[in-house]
């Protein structure tokens, strides 16, 4: 049915249901649609209830051709069961759309939470059905509420943003499974994978728990981040206090603002404290190169004023010559990295050229920059005379680059920012970069005042 339009193959499937002659391809492709379109399942129920309606009607009233005297035989004819037969049918079928419609849209019972946002393809499973998978599109047009026991799975490519009722927000990392329990019986489940939690203030008396294979989080208002590993599981509180307890033998452990956790079945607890960087993040150039940066230093003129800047370098890297700027390694961190953060960059140019921003990045656990972060963006390209430009970044426009699926960690905390550009140009100017907190935005880009060319 392929080449058929699609209002067309519902009206020839239904039709074909109601005279009781759908073959097994029809048969499949109906069921097909009833659990992948949700337009169809409601057109389903109401054709369902039509045509009940009609048969029950047909059936309980007297036949008015035959005559009073004549006597009607108690054999049924075949038509006569086959239309019992179909309105028997039809009345299982229109129960199972029901219930399935209800369960699918949590009419049953009053819902755990709801999918806020997701990225690429996430998969949501109900109960035995089969799996729904749910795009930014889908999303949109049908937003997705959670029930008991409902399960999120995320690829490498994708993650969600699920809220539960009591308001608290839960990140779901790519690579991830979780399964969504009512606050009154056991919480939130995390067989593999990791999440970032904002929990709302709870109840001392019924925290929200966290249950990895190797331990549970009773967390009563926190933000903290899990990593459930094949050998370990991690906890990270970034603000507030959560209890540990060990699966294997019920021991407990207390975790506070930036200390990190480690739990193995066996293992002693071993607390790790993390540095807590600024949450916000400045420099410029007005009074020459801070300590370690590379670079060179370059005076610009704007109007009434001159300020400074730095100017990239040509270096050897990878085997080829680029432009660079990079600042030195801050073992405490540059800054705080928040979902709402944001980088901000006042640069300039010399057309025709373009330049990558990184992020050389630490774990929790591990204080050297095992991760590097990329912001590659055709609006950090110029090819007409340069102007100054000031650029705001939301920080989750940044793609990690290292992939360490061997020996995943929680935390990003960054320790280096560097600025690469291609050797053919003469290279790139920044006068000033920030970072600061605020609802994340698309990438901005405003010109600034319009100079000479005003390198020197």
Same mark, same amino acid.
């Given at each position: ?29 109906? +069921? ?6 949700? /337009? ?22 007297? /036949? ?69 998978? +749910?795009? *930014? ?23 969600? %943003? ?65 990593? %459930? ?38 293992? *002693? ?13 400045? +420099? ?78 630490? %774990? ?25 430009? %000031? ?56 010109? /600034? ?8």
């Amino acid at each position: 049915m392929s080449s058929i339009s699609p209002p067309e193959e519902r009206s020839i499937l239904l039709n074909a249901m109601a005279d009781d002659v759908l073959n097994a391809e029809q048969e499949l492709r109906l +069921i097909e649609l009833l659990q992948a379109d949700a /337009d169809f399942r409601l057109e389903y129920v109401r054709f369902c209830q039509l045509l009940t309606q009609l048969r029950w009607q047909y059936e309980s009233e007297p /036949d008015e051709r035959l005559a009073p005297d004549r006597r009607v035989s108690p054999v049924r004819s075949v038509s006569h069961t086959k239309r019992r037969r179909l309105t028997a049918f039809t009345v299982v079928m229109l129960l199972m759309v029901v219930v399935s419609w209800l369960s699918w849209n949590g009419s049953t019972e009053d819902p755990a939470g709801k999918l806020v946002s997701v990225s690429g393809r996430v998969e949501m499973i109900r109960n035995q059905q089969h799996p729904l998978w +749910i795009s *930014p599109d889908q999303l949109n047009s049908h937003p997705r509420t959670l029930q008991q026991g409902d399960r999120l799975l995320t690829s490498r490519g994708s993650s969600a %943003t699920l809220q539960l009722a009591d308001q608290t927000m839960i990140r779901i990392q790519p690579e991830t499974e979780i399964t969504v329990y009512p606050q009154s019986k056991d919480g939130i489940s995390v067989p593999s994978g990791s999440i970032k939690a904002k929990v709302t203030p709870q109840s001392p008396r019924n925290p929200l728990t966290f249950m990895l294979p190797h331990a549970e989080v009773q967390v009563l208002g926190t933000e903290l981040e899990l990593l %459930t590993l094949p050998g370990q599981s991690e906890v990270a509180v970034l603000e507030g206090k959560v209890q540990v307890t060990r699966n294997s033998d019920g021991a407990r452990q207390l975790v506070s603002t930036g200390q990190f956790l480690p739990v193995t079945d066996a293992e *002693p607890f071993s607390i790790v404290n993390w540095p807590r960087p600024p949450d916000e993040w400045s +420099i410029d150039f007005e009074h020459g190169l801070p300590a370690g940066w590379e670079g060179q230093r370059v005076r610009h003129a704007l109007p009434n004023h001159s300020r400074g800047a730095i100017r990239s370098i040509p270096v050897q890297q990878d085997m080829q010559t680029v432009q660079k700027i990079q600042s030195p390694q801050v073992p405490s961190g540059l800054f705080f990295w928040h979902e709402d953060s944001q980088l901000q960059l006042r640069f300039k140019i010399q057309p025709p050229g373009w330049f990558h921003i990184y992020l050389h990045a630490r %774990t929790y656990q591990n204080p050297r920059p095992v991760l590097t972060y990329c912001y590659v963006d055709l609006r950090l390209w110029q090819t007409q005379p340069g102007a100054w430009k %000031t650029i705001s970044i939301p920080l989750s426009e940044f793609r990690l680059q290292t992939y360490v699926k061997e020996n995943p960690g929680l935390g990003c905390i960054p320790l280096q920012i560097s600025f690469r550009g291609e050797s053919e140009t003469d290279g790139f100017m920044i006068d000033r970069i920030w970072v600061t907190r605020g609802n994340s935005t698309p990438p901005q880009i405003q010109n /600034d005042v319009p100079t000479v060319n005003d390198m020197r």
